[in-house]
């Protein structure tokens, strides 16, 4: 069964430094979205991209984060310059239509920003 | 800002009996509503969803029940299984009719389910 991945699993940062958090979506999918969960709260959104473009963001997805789908398989999420509240588990997801299709989620990646 | 909302932060049951989640919205914009498994160490895997022109969608062991009047909606599980034991989170969306589609998620229930 196709599914979403994710890597690193784990990725430990210092602050202030650059992270790339890598997904491959389900391959015939078109909407891709990241969510993030600190620790003990509930799971949140930050953006969704299609059509090779932005079409929300939430107000945690600020100037330090940028996404992007650099070819036809890879969907990044970046953070310029880490903050120790950026520690948190950040879920790659994709659906294959838009409205009210299911989303389907990766593994995740934990970050741990020091 | 909660417009997603899930009360019970945890929840125990005998195996074979039924489960019953609960989850409450504020927003009367959402129009789909997921309900997610969750695992640790694993995301969120879907489970079952439900427009908001029906009130019951089953599958399985596992129907949900929407109440649109009281914004309101109920995952049961029947027969629960100790493999059921997950975090279990509500989620709503709505679309904007263009390309946007983004979830809003409760904070979850863990359901133990004990042999």
């Known amino acids: 069964e196709p599914e979403v991945t994710q890597t690193p699993s784990h990725q430990v940062t210092q602050m202030g430094q650059e992270v790339i958090l890598r997904c491959v979506p389900i391959s015939n999918h078109l909407y891709f979205y990241w969510y993030r969960q600190i620790l003990g709260q509930k799971v949140e959104f930050l953006v969704s991209?299609?059509?090779?473009?932005?079409?929300?963001k939430s107000e945690i997805f600020d100037d330090q984060f940028s996404v992007e789908r650099p070819d036809g398989s890879n969907f990044t999420l970046k953070i310029r310059s880490t903050k120790l509240e950026d520690s948190a588990m950040y879920f790659c997801a994709s659906s294959e239509g838009g409205y009210s299709d299911e989303q389907y989620f990766g593994p995740g990646t934990r970050l741990t920003v020091t | 800002d909660q417009q997603v909302k899930q009360n019970s932060p945890s929840l125990s049951v005998q195996e074979g009996r039924i489960s019953i989640l609960n989850c409450d919205y504020t927003?009367?914009?959402?129009?789909?509503f997921l309900w997610y498994k969750k695992y640790p160490a694993e995301g969120p895997t879907f489970l079952i969803s439900i427009s908001s022109i029906k009130d019951k969608n089953e599958d399985g062991r596992f129907t949900v029940f929407l109440n649109k009047s009281a914004k309101h909606l109920s995952l049961h599980i029947v027969p629960s299984q100790p493999g059921d034991s997950a975090v279990y989170f509500c989620?709503?969306?709505f679309g904007d009719g263009g390309s946007n589609y983004k979830l809003t998620f409760g904070k979850g229930t863990l359901l133990t389910v004990n042999p």
């Open positions: 989620a709503a969306g």
């Open positions: 991209f299609y059509n090779n473009e932005i079409s929300e």
């Open positions: 927003n009367s914009m959402f129009d789909y």
